[in-house]
Protein backbone atom coordinates (compact mmCIF):
# COMPACT_ATOMS: atom_id res chain seq x y z
CA UNK A 1 0.00 0.00 0.00
CA UNK A 2 1.45 3.33 -0.69
CA UNK A 3 1.70 6.51 1.25
CA UNK A 4 -1.81 7.50 2.41
CA UNK A 5 -2.79 10.29 -0.01
CA UNK A 6 -4.66 12.73 2.78
CA UNK A 7 -2.94 15.10 5.61
CA UNK A 8 -5.55 15.98 8.56
CA UNK A 9 -2.85 18.01 10.26
CA UNK A 10 -0.91 21.17 8.86
CA UNK A 11 0.21 24.23 10.08
CA UNK A 12 0.95 27.71 8.62
CA UNK A 13 2.60 30.87 9.83
CA UNK A 14 -0.92 31.61 11.56
CA UNK A 15 0.11 29.69 14.59
CA UNK A 16 3.76 27.57 14.90
CA UNK A 17 4.09 26.83 11.04
CA UNK A 18 6.60 28.01 8.71
CA UNK A 19 4.48 28.42 5.45
CA UNK A 20 2.22 30.92 4.52
CA UNK A 21 -1.73 29.05 4.32
CA UNK A 22 -1.42 29.47 0.56
CA UNK A 23 1.71 27.71 0.93
CA UNK A 24 1.21 24.93 2.99
CA UNK A 25 -1.13 23.66 0.29
CA UNK A 26 1.02 24.04 -2.97
CA UNK A 27 3.32 21.88 -0.67
CA UNK A 28 0.84 19.33 -0.47
CA UNK A 29 0.12 19.44 -4.01
CA UNK A 30 3.67 18.92 -4.91
CA UNK A 31 3.56 15.81 -2.19
CA UNK A 32 1.14 13.99 -3.86
CA UNK A 33 -1.51 15.04 -1.05
CA UNK A 34 -5.14 15.34 -2.26
CA UNK A 35 -7.38 15.82 1.15
CA UNK A 36 -5.80 18.46 3.19
CA UNK A 37 -6.95 20.36 6.26
CA UNK A 38 -5.42 23.19 7.87
CA UNK A 39 -5.19 22.78 11.55
CA UNK A 40 -3.29 25.98 13.12
CA UNK A 41 -3.22 26.13 16.72
CA UNK A 42 -6.48 28.06 18.33
CA UNK A 43 -6.69 29.97 15.41
CA UNK A 44 -9.19 30.01 11.59
CA UNK A 45 -7.53 32.83 10.34
CA UNK A 46 -5.40 31.24 7.58
CA UNK A 47 -8.73 28.45 6.41
CA UNK A 48 -9.67 31.61 3.51
CA UNK A 49 -6.44 31.81 2.41
CA UNK A 50 -5.69 27.82 2.43
CA UNK A 51 -9.30 26.99 0.69
CA UNK A 52 -8.89 29.47 -1.85
CA UNK A 53 -5.38 28.32 -2.96
CA UNK A 54 -7.09 24.24 -2.77
CA UNK A 55 -9.55 25.64 -5.28
CA UNK A 56 -7.06 26.99 -7.71
CA UNK A 57 -5.10 23.60 -7.45
CA UNK A 58 -7.70 21.62 -7.38
CA UNK A 59 -7.39 19.79 -3.96
CA UNK A 60 -9.68 18.75 -1.90
CA UNK A 61 -9.61 20.90 1.24
CA UNK A 62 -11.05 20.44 4.19
CA UNK A 63 -11.26 23.38 7.08
CA UNK A 64 -10.14 22.49 10.36
CA UNK A 65 -8.79 23.79 13.37
CA UNK A 66 -6.53 22.31 16.41
CA UNK A 67 -7.62 23.48 19.72
CA UNK A 68 -5.70 23.46 23.05
CA UNK A 69 -7.64 21.97 25.80
CA UNK A 70 -7.05 20.52 29.05
CA UNK A 71 -7.91 17.53 30.49
CA UNK A 72 -7.69 16.29 34.42
CA UNK A 73 -5.60 13.30 33.62
CA UNK A 74 -3.31 14.09 31.17
CA UNK A 75 -2.91 18.34 31.54
CA UNK A 76 -2.66 19.82 27.99
CA UNK A 77 -3.91 17.86 25.00
CA UNK A 78 -5.13 18.87 21.39
CA UNK A 79 -8.67 18.18 20.05
CA UNK A 80 -9.06 19.07 15.79
CA UNK A 81 -12.15 19.83 15.13
CA UNK A 82 -13.15 19.35 11.23
CA UNK A 83 -15.16 20.72 8.52
CA UNK A 84 -16.34 23.31 11.19
CA UNK A 85 -17.59 27.22 10.10
CA UNK A 86 -14.48 29.23 10.68
CA UNK A 87 -17.42 32.24 11.07
CA UNK A 88 -19.03 30.34 14.36
CA UNK A 89 -19.26 33.38 16.71
CA UNK A 90 -18.65 31.00 19.77
CA UNK A 91 -15.89 29.11 18.65
CA UNK A 92 -14.16 32.40 17.43
CA UNK A 93 -14.71 33.92 20.71
CA UNK A 94 -12.93 31.06 22.76
CA UNK A 95 -10.60 30.68 19.99
CA UNK A 96 -9.69 34.29 20.68
CA UNK A 97 -9.51 33.83 24.33
CA UNK A 98 -7.30 31.26 24.20
CA UNK A 99 -4.75 33.11 22.03
CA UNK A 100 -4.93 36.07 24.09
CA UNK A 101 -4.02 33.64 26.70
CA UNK A 102 -1.21 32.09 25.29
CA UNK A 103 0.28 35.63 24.63
CA UNK A 104 0.14 36.18 28.39
CA UNK A 105 1.63 32.72 29.41
CA UNK A 106 4.33 33.05 26.64
CA UNK A 107 5.19 36.32 28.15
CA UNK A 108 5.03 34.35 31.89
CA UNK A 109 7.42 31.55 30.52
CA UNK A 110 9.83 34.21 28.78
CA UNK A 111 10.04 36.38 32.28
CA UNK A 112 11.10 32.14 33.81
CA UNK A 113 13.18 31.87 31.14
CA UNK A 114 15.27 35.24 31.99
CA UNK A 115 15.37 34.23 35.46
CA UNK A 116 16.88 31.17 34.96
CA UNK A 117 19.71 32.88 33.42
CA UNK A 118 18.69 32.93 29.80
CA UNK A 119 18.96 35.62 27.15
CA UNK A 120 15.74 35.94 24.95
CA UNK A 121 16.02 37.50 21.63
CA UNK A 122 13.37 39.68 21.79
CA UNK A 123 13.62 40.99 18.80
CA UNK A 124 12.52 37.71 16.97
CA UNK A 125 9.35 37.93 18.92
CA UNK A 126 8.12 41.43 18.59
CA UNK A 127 8.30 40.31 14.77
CA UNK A 128 5.53 37.84 15.10
CA UNK A 129 3.85 40.07 17.10
CA UNK A 130 4.17 42.77 14.67
CA UNK A 131 2.85 40.60 12.04
CA UNK A 132 -0.03 39.33 14.21
CA UNK A 133 0.80 35.91 14.61
CA UNK A 134 1.15 33.94 18.17
CA UNK A 135 4.01 33.09 20.11
CA UNK A 136 4.13 29.73 21.36
CA UNK A 137 6.58 27.64 23.52
CA UNK A 138 9.07 26.81 19.96
CA UNK A 139 9.35 30.53 18.82
CA UNK A 140 10.55 30.99 22.96
CA UNK A 141 13.08 28.13 22.37
CA UNK A 142 14.21 29.50 19.02
CA UNK A 143 14.56 33.13 20.65
CA UNK A 144 16.51 31.35 23.12
CA UNK A 145 18.80 28.77 21.04
CA UNK A 146 19.56 31.70 18.52
CA UNK A 147 20.86 34.10 20.92
CA UNK A 148 24.68 34.01 20.78
CA UNK A 149 24.88 34.64 24.68
CA UNK A 150 23.47 31.14 25.43
CA UNK A 151 25.86 28.82 22.58
CA UNK A 152 28.34 28.18 25.66
CA UNK A 153 25.40 26.76 27.71
CA UNK A 154 23.16 25.07 25.51
CA UNK A 155 26.78 23.44 24.39
CA UNK A 156 27.30 22.04 27.92
CA UNK A 157 23.56 21.08 28.47
CA UNK A 158 23.53 19.63 25.01
CA UNK A 159 20.40 21.52 23.96
CA UNK A 160 21.78 22.29 20.20
CA UNK A 161 18.41 22.92 18.70
CA UNK A 162 14.86 24.50 19.16
CA UNK A 163 13.17 21.25 20.20
CA UNK A 164 15.62 20.16 22.67
CA UNK A 165 15.11 22.94 24.42
CA UNK A 166 11.96 23.40 24.75
CA UNK A 167 11.77 19.47 26.01
CA UNK A 168 14.25 20.59 28.71
CA UNK A 169 12.71 23.91 29.72
CA UNK A 170 9.06 24.34 28.75
CA UNK A 171 7.30 21.30 28.81
CA UNK A 172 4.72 20.28 31.86
CA UNK A 173 7.13 19.95 34.77
CA UNK A 174 9.90 21.97 34.14
CA UNK A 175 11.58 24.87 34.96
CA UNK A 176 10.41 27.45 32.55
CA UNK A 177 6.69 25.97 32.00
CA UNK A 178 3.76 27.69 33.04
CA UNK A 179 -0.20 26.82 33.11
CA UNK A 180 -2.07 27.83 30.35
CA UNK A 181 -6.00 28.26 30.60
CA UNK A 182 -8.08 26.68 27.84
CA UNK A 183 -11.54 24.53 27.55
CA UNK A 184 -11.68 21.47 28.97
CA UNK A 185 -11.70 18.51 26.43
CA UNK A 186 -15.63 18.52 26.85
CA UNK A 187 -15.79 21.94 26.36
CA UNK A 188 -13.88 22.03 23.13
CA UNK A 189 -15.93 18.95 21.37
CA UNK A 190 -19.05 20.99 22.44
CA UNK A 191 -17.64 23.86 20.66
CA UNK A 192 -16.45 22.15 17.49
CA UNK A 193 -19.68 20.41 17.54
CA UNK A 194 -21.81 24.07 17.91
CA UNK A 195 -19.88 25.09 14.38
CA UNK A 196 -20.96 21.72 12.69
CA UNK A 197 -17.73 20.35 13.07
CA UNK A 198 -16.09 16.82 13.71
CA UNK A 199 -14.58 16.45 16.98
CA UNK A 200 -11.10 14.38 16.46
CA UNK A 201 -8.71 13.79 19.45
CA UNK A 202 -4.76 14.43 17.73
CA UNK A 203 -2.03 11.92 17.72
CA UNK A 204 -2.92 10.20 21.42
CA UNK A 205 0.16 9.23 22.06
CA UNK A 206 2.03 11.92 21.76
CA UNK A 207 0.93 13.31 25.35
CA UNK A 208 -0.13 9.79 27.06
CA UNK A 209 2.99 7.02 26.78
CA UNK A 210 0.64 3.94 27.85
CA UNK A 211 -1.28 1.79 26.05
CA UNK A 212 -4.21 1.92 28.68
CA UNK A 213 -4.14 4.98 29.68
CA UNK A 214 -4.89 5.90 25.86
CA UNK A 215 -7.99 3.81 25.71
CA UNK A 216 -9.34 4.89 28.99
CA UNK A 217 -8.75 8.66 28.61
CA UNK A 218 -10.76 7.73 25.49
CA UNK A 219 -13.58 6.03 26.46
CA UNK A 220 -13.52 9.39 28.67
CA UNK A 221 -13.92 11.48 25.78
CA UNK A 222 -16.47 9.34 23.87
CA UNK A 223 -18.66 9.41 26.60
CA UNK A 224 -18.41 13.29 26.20
CA UNK A 225 -18.87 13.38 22.44
CA UNK A 226 -15.92 13.20 20.66
CA UNK A 227 -16.04 11.08 16.82
CA UNK A 228 -12.84 10.35 16.14
CA UNK A 229 -8.97 9.72 16.64
CA UNK A 230 -6.26 10.62 14.41
CA UNK A 231 -4.92 6.43 14.63
CA UNK A 232 -2.31 7.07 11.87
CA UNK A 233 0.24 9.83 12.84
CA UNK A 234 3.65 9.95 12.08
CA UNK A 235 5.71 9.20 15.20
CA UNK A 236 3.18 6.11 16.14
CA UNK A 237 4.62 2.87 16.23
CA UNK A 238 2.44 0.00 14.22
CA UNK A 239 1.44 -1.82 17.67
CA UNK A 240 -0.32 1.78 18.81
CA UNK A 241 -1.70 2.60 15.43
CA UNK A 242 -2.92 -0.99 15.81
CA UNK A 243 -4.71 -0.34 19.34
CA UNK A 244 -6.47 2.75 18.23
CA UNK A 245 -7.96 1.60 15.02
CA UNK A 246 -9.30 -1.85 17.03
CA UNK A 247 -11.01 0.27 19.88
CA UNK A 248 -11.87 2.74 17.03
CA UNK A 249 -13.85 -0.09 15.36
CA UNK A 250 -15.26 -0.83 18.83
CA UNK A 251 -16.59 2.19 19.38
CA UNK A 252 -17.83 3.02 15.79
CA UNK A 253 -15.34 5.56 15.64
CA UNK A 254 -13.58 7.87 12.65
CA UNK A 255 -9.84 7.35 12.42
CA UNK A 256 -7.49 9.70 10.51
CA UNK A 257 -4.21 10.49 10.20
CA UNK A 258 -1.54 13.08 9.44
CA UNK A 259 2.03 13.93 9.06
CA UNK A 260 1.58 17.18 11.30
CA UNK A 261 2.87 19.27 8.48
CA UNK A 262 4.89 22.56 10.23
CA UNK A 263 7.41 23.36 6.93
CA UNK A 264 10.41 21.73 5.70
CA UNK A 265 12.94 23.18 7.72
CA UNK A 266 11.27 22.06 10.65
CA UNK A 267 13.60 19.26 12.88
CA UNK A 268 10.33 16.53 13.19
CA UNK A 269 7.72 17.42 11.22
CA UNK A 270 8.65 18.32 7.65
CA UNK A 271 7.38 16.11 5.18
CA UNK A 272 3.81 15.48 3.84
CA UNK A 273 2.41 11.81 3.69
CA UNK A 274 5.06 10.60 6.06
CA UNK A 275 2.99 8.57 8.14
CA UNK A 276 1.90 4.90 7.84
CA UNK A 277 -1.42 3.27 8.05
CA UNK A 278 0.29 -0.37 8.04
CA UNK A 279 -2.42 -1.93 5.99
CA UNK A 280 -5.71 -0.42 8.08
CA UNK A 281 -8.29 1.36 6.08
CA UNK A 282 -9.31 4.79 7.33
CA UNK A 283 -12.54 5.49 8.74
CA UNK A 284 -12.84 8.83 7.53
CA UNK A 285 -16.95 9.42 6.81
CA UNK A 286 -17.52 12.66 5.73
CA UNK A 287 -14.41 14.26 5.63
CA UNK A 288 -13.65 12.34 3.04
CA UNK A 289 -15.12 14.08 0.83
CA UNK A 290 -13.62 17.58 1.98
CA UNK A 291 -15.03 21.05 1.72
CA UNK A 292 -14.30 23.86 0.31
CA UNK A 293 -15.49 26.73 2.83
CA UNK A 294 -17.48 28.33 -0.06
CA UNK A 295 -19.48 25.77 -0.22
CA UNK A 296 -22.72 24.78 2.05
CA UNK A 297 -23.61 21.17 3.02
CA UNK A 298 -27.02 21.55 3.87
CA UNK A 299 -29.55 23.40 2.32
CA UNK A 300 -32.12 25.75 4.56
CA UNK A 301 -35.63 26.48 3.81
CA UNK A 302 -39.15 26.98 5.18
CA UNK A 303 -41.13 23.33 5.06
CA UNK A 304 -44.63 23.44 3.05
CA UNK A 305 -47.87 21.95 4.55
CA UNK A 306 -47.95 19.32 2.83
CA UNK A 307 -44.67 18.23 4.35
CA UNK A 308 -46.23 18.38 7.85
CA UNK A 309 -46.46 14.22 8.59
CA UNK A 310 -42.41 13.77 7.58
CA UNK A 311 -41.68 16.63 9.63
CA UNK A 312 -43.83 15.13 12.80
CA UNK A 313 -42.32 11.57 12.00
CA UNK A 314 -38.58 13.11 11.94
CA UNK A 315 -39.25 14.83 15.47
CA UNK A 316 -40.84 11.69 17.05
CA UNK A 317 -37.78 9.19 15.56
CA UNK A 318 -35.65 11.96 17.58
CA UNK A 319 -37.76 12.40 20.38
CA UNK A 320 -37.44 8.38 20.95
CA UNK A 321 -34.22 7.97 20.09
CA UNK A 322 -32.64 10.82 22.69
CA UNK A 323 -31.71 10.03 26.10
CA UNK A 324 -33.48 12.73 28.31
CA UNK A 325 -36.28 13.24 27.23
CA UNK A 326 -39.63 11.83 28.87
CA UNK A 327 -42.57 10.51 27.60
CA UNK A 328 -45.04 13.51 27.15
CA UNK A 329 -48.67 14.20 28.14
CA UNK A 330 -49.48 13.54 24.19
CA UNK A 331 -49.76 10.48 21.83
CA UNK A 332 -48.01 10.34 18.16
CA UNK A 333 -50.92 10.53 16.84
CA UNK A 334 -51.78 13.76 18.79
CA UNK A 335 -48.61 14.87 17.49
CA UNK A 336 -49.43 13.97 14.10
CA UNK A 337 -52.52 15.80 13.74
CA UNK A 338 -51.28 18.96 15.27
CA UNK A 339 -48.66 19.28 12.93
CA UNK A 340 -51.37 19.01 10.44
CA UNK A 341 -53.98 20.95 11.86
CA UNK A 342 -52.26 23.55 13.92
CA UNK A 343 -48.28 24.08 13.24
CA UNK A 344 -48.05 24.97 9.98
CA UNK A 345 -50.61 27.38 10.01
CA UNK A 346 -49.98 29.56 13.09
CA UNK A 347 -45.93 28.63 13.39
CA UNK A 348 -43.03 29.20 10.78
CA UNK A 349 -41.26 25.38 9.88
CA UNK A 350 -37.70 25.37 9.04
CA UNK A 351 -35.76 22.15 7.61
CA UNK A 352 -32.70 21.13 7.16
CA UNK A 353 -32.29 18.97 4.26
CA UNK A 354 -29.80 16.91 2.15
CA UNK A 355 -30.85 16.57 -1.25
CA UNK A 356 -34.45 15.49 -1.22
CA UNK A 357 -33.86 13.82 2.61
CA UNK A 358 -34.91 15.72 5.62
CA UNK A 359 -32.26 15.78 8.31
CA UNK A 360 -33.28 18.55 10.93
CA UNK A 361 -36.45 20.51 11.54
CA UNK A 362 -37.17 23.60 13.29
CA UNK A 363 -40.75 25.37 14.81
CA UNK A 364 -40.85 28.92 15.78
CA UNK A 365 -43.48 30.72 17.24
CA UNK A 366 -42.53 34.33 17.31
CA UNK A 367 -39.27 34.94 19.52
CA UNK A 368 -39.75 31.13 20.64
CA UNK A 369 -38.47 28.14 19.45
CA UNK A 370 -41.08 25.28 20.52
CA UNK A 371 -39.21 22.22 18.67
CA UNK A 372 -35.56 21.81 17.41
CA UNK A 373 -34.96 18.25 16.56
CA UNK A 374 -32.47 16.21 14.08
CA UNK A 375 -32.63 12.75 12.42
CA UNK A 376 -30.85 10.21 14.58
CA UNK A 377 -27.67 9.54 12.66
CA UNK A 378 -27.10 13.40 11.89
CA UNK A 379 -26.43 14.54 14.71
CA UNK A 380 -22.85 16.63 15.47
CA UNK A 381 -22.91 17.16 11.37
CA UNK A 382 -24.02 21.00 11.40
CA UNK A 383 -27.61 20.50 10.61
CA UNK A 384 -28.96 21.56 13.82
CA UNK A 385 -26.27 24.20 14.14
CA UNK A 386 -27.69 26.03 10.09
CA UNK A 387 -31.09 25.45 11.84
CA UNK A 388 -30.37 27.79 14.85
CA UNK A 389 -27.97 30.64 13.14
CA UNK A 390 -30.67 30.64 10.99
CA UNK A 391 -33.20 31.73 13.68
CA UNK A 392 -30.17 33.84 14.95
CA UNK A 393 -30.22 35.70 12.09
CA UNK A 394 -34.09 36.65 11.32
CA UNK A 395 -34.62 37.17 15.23
CA UNK A 396 -32.97 39.63 18.01
CA UNK A 397 -34.39 37.43 20.78
CA UNK A 398 -34.63 33.49 20.77
CA UNK A 399 -36.29 32.20 23.69
CA UNK A 400 -36.79 28.06 24.55
CA UNK A 401 -37.22 25.24 27.39
CA UNK A 402 -34.55 22.04 27.67
CA UNK A 403 -35.18 19.46 29.71
CA UNK A 404 -32.77 19.60 32.42
CA UNK A 405 -31.84 15.83 31.88
CA UNK A 406 -30.85 16.61 28.22
CA UNK A 407 -27.08 17.78 28.97
CA UNK A 408 -26.15 17.16 25.15
CA UNK A 409 -29.05 19.61 24.22
CA UNK A 410 -28.04 21.99 26.74
CA UNK A 411 -24.31 22.37 25.93
CA UNK A 412 -25.57 22.96 22.45
CA UNK A 413 -27.25 25.72 23.20
CA UNK A 414 -25.55 26.94 25.75
CA UNK A 415 -22.34 26.48 23.38
CA UNK A 416 -24.42 29.13 20.30
CA UNK A 417 -24.79 31.53 23.13
CA UNK A 418 -28.11 30.58 25.27
CA UNK A 419 -28.24 31.11 28.67
CA UNK A 420 -30.07 30.23 31.45
CA UNK A 421 -32.98 32.57 32.16
CA UNK A 422 -34.56 30.79 35.07
CA UNK A 423 -34.08 28.22 37.37
CA UNK A 424 -35.35 24.56 36.36
CA UNK A 425 -39.04 24.49 36.27
CA UNK A 426 -42.14 22.27 35.85
CA UNK A 427 -44.20 24.45 34.97
CA UNK A 428 -44.30 24.42 31.02
CA UNK A 429 -46.23 21.97 29.08
CA UNK A 430 -44.80 18.37 30.26
CA UNK A 431 -44.27 18.89 33.38
CA UNK A 432 -40.69 17.65 33.28
CA UNK A 433 -38.02 19.80 34.66
CA UNK A 434 -36.91 22.24 32.71
CA UNK A 435 -34.63 24.83 32.14
CA UNK A 436 -35.54 28.28 30.06
CA UNK A 437 -32.91 29.44 27.47
CA UNK A 438 -32.55 33.38 26.51
CA UNK A 439 -30.42 34.00 23.57
CA UNK A 440 -30.37 38.01 22.50
CA UNK A 441 -28.71 40.00 19.45
CA UNK A 442 -24.94 41.31 20.48
Same mark, same amino acid.
Given at each position: ?86 ? /? @?? %???? *???? !?????? =?????? $? ?50 ? /? @?? %???? *???? !?????? =?????? $? ?51 ? @? ?203
Amino acid at each position: MGAPSFEFQSHSTYSDGELSPAAVVRAAAAAGVELLALTDHDTTDGVTEAAEQARRLGLDFVTGVEISALDPGAQDLHICGYLIDPA /S @AA %LGEQ *LRRS !RADRED =RSERMA $TALTELGWTIDREQLETRKAAGQTIGRPHLAQAVVSHPRNATRLASEQLGDP /S @AF %LVAY *LIEG !RPGFRE =RLAPTV $TEAIDLIHAAGGVAVWAHPFWDIDAGPEVLSTLDRFVAGGLDGVEAFYVTHTQ @AQTELLVDRCAELGLLTTGSSDFHGPDHRQFNHFRAFETYGHTPTLGRLARGRLISEPDHSLRRANQTEALAVAELLLRSRHATPGIPPGPHSDDELREWFREVCFKSREVWVATDGDALRAMMVLNADWIEQLFVEPGYLHQGYGSRLLAHAQSIRSELLLWCFQANTPARAFYEAHGFRSAAQPSADNEEQTASIKYRWTQG
